[in-house]
Nanobody, 120 residues
Framework: QVQLVESGGGLVQAGGSLRLSCAAS????????MGWYRQAPGKQRELVAS???????NYADSVKGRFTISRDNAKNTLYLQMNSLKPEDTAVYYC??????????????WGQGTQVTVSS
């Protein structure tokens, strides 16, 4: 099992910045990839950014150049630095950890989510 706890959300004005953190614990050694997802009211959950154990990263087009995902393995913590925030970035942000199982199916772990609200 893997436990994920997010922090760092809040209310910010458009153009501002926030940094989200996700503290991981449990069977961390089994994780292949971590990422951030978000879900706005009435919309589906979407991938924001992800990072593999190789440190390769992937970003949604809507956040490229504004958001940066990173990880500190010594602290077992995942980060999302969000700059130049826009009202459309308002959502609940979820930390995700993925493990590739022996049958090649992905097993997902989720945090409880942290609210990010960007005012115009």
């Amino acid at each position: 099992q893997v436990q994920l706890v997010e922090s760092g959300g809040g209310l910010v004005q458009a153009g501002g910045s926030l940094r989200l953190s996700c503290a991981a614990s449990g069977s961390i050694f089994s994780i292949n990839r971590m990422g951030w997802y978000r879900q706005a009211p009435g919309k589906q959950r979407e991938l924001v950014a992800s990072i593999a154990n190789s440190y390769s990263t992937n970003y949604a087009d809507s956040v490229k150049g504004r958001f940066t995902i990173s990880r500190d393995n010594a602290k077992n913590t995942l980060y999302l630095q969000m700059n130049s925030l826009k009202p459309e970035d308002t959502a609940v942000y979820y930390c995700n950890a993925r493990r590739l199982q022996s049958d090649y199916a992905w097993l997902d772990y989720w945090g409880q989510g942290t609210q990010v609200t960007v005012s115009s």
